[in-house]
């Protein structure tokens, strides 16, 4: 994880919490804004200590649909007993992001981190769409008769959908991080010098 302060950890979380709200299943959002959801674990491994902050944010996402499908009028299409396979599905961007986060500890402001990055993201989200998009196939008793090549049909048609809803906040957050770490260094070297 990055190391940010108590303040830090705290304007990041909650700076989290809100883009999820904001874009959780297009539930709150008046901006048709593609879903955070991804990156909000993601990002949470990389920047967040807290081990906490995992369930606290799943809570959050189930409030988010819960209240979504029962004072919004949203369909409960997705909800199945299915649902919480997003436990590890949200959990493998989680973990990707800390393994990330541990790996390039000494080198995130480094151009070589944005590869170990794009593969962290991509090997994360494809173990996310494993359990979210294969267990909600598989297992919600809504397909009649699910086969793999179904499921395959499924994985090339929705994961690079969310793959590039995913890489759109993360790569926005790297430049935000990048810019900030930047500016970070700037400021502490010219106190340095004065």
Request: with cysteine; proline share 4%.
């Amino acid at each position: 994880m990055l190391n940010l302060s108590s303040r830090g950890q705290l304007i990041v979380g909650v700076a989290l919490a809100l883009l999820m709200a904001m874009t959780r299943g297009h539930h709150f959002a008046t901006l048709n804004l593609p879903s955070s959801s991804w990156a909000v674990f993601f990002l949470a491994g990389v920047l967040l200590r807290p081990r906490w902050a995992f369930p606290a944010l799943f809570l959050e996402a189930s409030l988010l649909d819960f209240a979504a499908i029962g004072w919004m009028g949203v369909s409960d299409w997705c909800l199945s007993p299915a649902y919480w396979l997003l436990v590890p599905a949200y959990g493998s961007l989680w973990l990707g992001g800390r393994i990330f986060a541990a790996l390039q500890r000494d080198s995130l402001d480094k151009l070589d981190s944005l590869a170990g990055l794009s593969l962290a993201v991509v090997c994360s989200a494809f173990v996310c769409y494993l359990f979210s998009g294969g267990g909600f196939y598989f297992f919600s008793g809504r397909y009649a008769e699910p086969t793999f090549a179904g499921f395959v049909q499924r994985l090339i048609t929705y994961y690079p959908r969310n793959l590039a809803g995913l890489a759109l906040y993360v790569g926005l957050a790297a430049l935000l991080y990048s810019g900030f770490a930047t500016r970070l260094k700037t400021l502490w070297v010219q106190d340095a010098r004065e």
